[in-house]
């Protein structure tokens, strides 16, 4: 199992992102995928999740309506669009799949949220 991320950078508050997972060595389309953050300091936590469909998704009540968690099956890759973002968005952003009962984590990208 593979989980790459991209996508992160320094952003100005107000600003978006897109994060991408490129996923390999499994069947993507039959796992659902989370977006999870660690703040320096803090404990990680979960951001998004989203079904193996794609029909369902959840969000931290920190996001709901500024995040947005999709995927595409065909392209074995899960995105993150961040808009409105604001200095405590600011952490190292984790692309997890579980499969198995087992937890596989990508290796992180940094969002910083910064004037």
């Known amino acids: 199992v593979q989980l790459v991320e991209s996508g992160g950078g320094l952003v100005q508050p107000g600003g978006s992102l897109r994060l991408s997972c490129a996923a390999s060595?499994?069947?993507?389309?039959?796992?659902?995928m989370s977006w999870y953050r660690q703040a320096p300091g803090k404990e990680r936590e979960l951001v998004a999740s989203i079904s193996s469909t794609g029909g369902s998704t959840n969000y931290a009540d920190s996001v709901k309506g500024r995040f947005t968690i999709s995927r595409d099956n065909a392209k074995n890759t899960v995105y993150l669009q961040m808009n409105s973002l604001r200095p405590e968005d600011t952490a190292l952003y984790y692309c997890?799949?579980?499969?198995?009962?087992?937890?596989?984590w990508g290796q992180g990208t940094q969002v910083t949220v910064s004037s």
């Open positions: 060595g499994f069947t993507f389309s039959t796992y659902g």
């Open positions: 997890r799949a579980t499969i198995d009962v087992r937890p596989y």
